[in-house]
């Protein structure tokens, strides 16, 4: 069943609408357990794009096995995806800066508001996100600290590589998650990937960790596989960051989530003109590579990518 859960008309006879495709076994659905998995607010992160595909597919499959409901939402901002624009085209806006929106607000406050409305109540939510254009991520949820207690046990259940839990005071009181989590309805933050792009690996991984919370929630009866243990980092210690020293063209010389140690070479930053390097960017510590510069373009202070140091993993 597809529902447009809110909707407001436009210059030239055009509407905005938002859908969400409710997927349900026959019969009664009162009392039964929901998940619902959100994705699109930012308009140029496609990945979860794909996973909404894949998941409505596998449960078609074996619809059988399906015992609970699962609320499917692929363009929460479809102005932005149709424009491939991270806010919403126009008005200049974060989508993810607006909630938990007003009702009778303007425009935008009221969508934010209807979307709030419609998704809580979920036994749980996972609001999937791409990074931008300039960086690739693994596979990550990451959580604030005032509710690791109840979500952790779930990030376990995602198949993710890595789970990152923050300090309350580096996360925004008017996203999506937090709007929900404040408010009893546990919501996942997932990032993967890159922006404007889809990375079927990490969204079939992605989907399978999605069986598996329906598998525990009990909303699943079918095959889930046992999901990764992942990395869970805490400390903000843990986590060493890479800022070009120059501005350049960024060349990568290591894959993603690579294991490296201190002084290996993960890139270059050379002159297309000169034909000179500019910068050999080492590595700082020994550590895993979870973060890295996708758009080669950089200027001083770019942001090059991330490393996991080794004492966060063999805790």
């Known amino acids: 069943m597809i529902k447009t859960i809110a909707s407001v008309e436009l210059p030239v006879d055009e509407v905005l609408a938002i859908q969400k495709r409710r997927i349900a076994p026959k ?37 059988d096995k399906l015992k609970g409901i699962v609320d499917i939402y692929p363009a929460m901002n479809p102005l932005g995806i149709d424009s491939i624009t991270r806010g919403i085209p126009a008005f ?4 993810n800066r607006l909630f938990p929106g ?13 979307i709030i409305k419609d998704v809580s109540g979920s036994d749980l939510v996972v609001d999937i996100h791409a990074s931008n254009i300039f960086l690739t991520e693994i596979p990550q949820i990451r959580i604030n600290e005032l509710n690791e207690k109840e979500l952790v046990p779930y990030a376990k259940k995602a198949n993710v590589d890595f789970v990152w839990i923050h300090g309350a005071s580096t996360v925004l009181e008017s996203t999506f998650a937090y709007s929900l989590n404040s ?3 546990p919501c996942l933050v997932v990032e993967m990937g890159v922006g404007m792009r889809i990375t079927k690996e990490y969204g079939n991984q992605m989907v ?11 909303i699943w ?4 596989i046992i999901p990764r243990e992942p990395i869970i980092s805490s400390d903000p210690d843990d986590v060493s960051y890479l800022n070009a020293a ?33 910068e050999d960017v080492l590595s700082p510590v020994d550590g895993i ?13 770019s942001l090059v990518g991330r490393l996991l140091r080794k004492e966060a993993y063999e805790k």
């Open 27 to 63: 019969g009664k659905t009162k009392g039964l357990k929901r998940i619902s998995v959100v994705t699109g607010i930012h308009g140029d992160e496609l990945e979860g794009q794909y996973v909404c595909y894949e998941l409505s597919r596998r449960i078609e499959k074996d619809f």
């Open 208 to 218: 399978d960790g999605i069986f598996s919370l329906m598998k525990e929630l009990g």
């Open 102 to 114: 007003n009702i009778d607000g303007n425009m935008t406050e009221y969508l934010a508001a209807e």
């Open 221 to 224: 009866e079918g095959d889930a």
């Open 92 to 95: 200049d806006l974060d989508m």
């Open 183 to 185: 408010t009893g309805t």
């Open 246 to 278: 120059v501005g350049g063209l960024f060349i990568q010389n290591v894959r993603h989530w690579e294991t490296l140690k201190t002084g290996d070479l993960i890139g270059q930053i050379i002159d297309p003109l000169s034909g000179k390097v500019l």
């Open 289 to 301: 590579l979870f973060t890295i510069r996708e758009y080669p373009i950089v200027d001083e202070g």
